[in-house]
């Protein structure tokens, strides 16, 4: 009797009260709950939550850009595949996936990140059983959401990726265990009016020491 008593009386409150009873509960992670379900490979429970982060932007409850959970699950697991080895910096892997997101704002590719992705020719080690299975590491899922927040390393010319110069080189990666890298850019400098001269002049080296 006591029990059901006390239960009327939440109950009563909470109409009296309405929404402001819970006003200082926490905002909801989206962008956690969007990390937690790329690592998990759980894509109703990313879109959902992408689509709660959307919302929330929308309505000026936080601040950022749109996401898109496929993108990001997608770039993670490039990132992944291409600089997942856990000895290699996080700078590394901002720039594996940051030409992938120049490729998809250049008029020299295609224009979405699957398109990118699966291009013939580009990508060679997405065309596997091995990557339609793997999920993304935690760090390679929050690297591609910084990515997709906006931070960037490279110029937007920067569109190439590979352990050989094609071209002039923005970047370069060098490792005892993996050799070099070069973040390079492309031959056409015309087509990216967004790019700095000023910081194309100046190549970037991110050096791991080794043991």
């Known amino acids: 009797m006591k029990k059901s008593l006390m239960v009327?009386?939440?109950?009563?409150?909470?109409?009296?009260?309405?929404?402001?009873?819970?006003?200082?509960?926490?905002?909801?992670?989206?962008?956690?709950?969007?990390?937690?379900?790329?690592?998990?490979?759980?894509?109703?429970?990313?879109?959902?939550?992408?689509?709660?982060?959307?919302?929330?932007?929308?309505?000026?409850?936080?601040?950022?850009?749109?996401?898109?959970?496929?993108e990001l699950f997608l770039l993670a697991r490039v990132i992944e595949t291409e600089a997942g080895s856990d000895w290699l910096p996080d700078e590394l892997l901002m720039c594996v996936g940051e030409v992938v997101l120049n490729r998809m704002a250049s008029p020299e590719f295609p224009d979405t990140m699957e398109e990118v992705v699966y291009q013939e020719g580009q990508y060679e080690d997405v065309c596997t059983k091995e990557f339609e299975e793997l999920l993304p590491g935690r760090r390679a899922v929050q690297i591609a959401m910084r990515l997709l927040q906006g931070e960037r390393m490279l110029q937007p010319n920067v569109v190439f990726q590979s352990n050989r110069k094609l071209g002039t080189v923005h970047a370069t990666y060098c490792d005892k265990r993996l050799g070099f890298t070069y973040f390079c850019e492309s031959s056409h400098p015309e087509l990216y009016e967004d790019a700095d001269s000023d910081l194309q002049s100046e190549e970037i080296v991110i050096e791991y020491p080794g043991e």
């Open 8 to 70: 009327l009386l939440v109950l009563a409150m909470v109409l009296v009260m309405g929404a402001s009873a819970f006003a200082e509960e926490p905002p909801t992670n989206w962008g956690r709950m969007m990390r937690d379900a790329a690592v998990l490979g759980d894509h109703e429970a990313g879109e959902a939550a992408a689509e709660g982060w959307n919302l929330a932007l929308l309505e000026g409850e936080r601040e950022g850009e749109p996401m898109d959970f496929e």
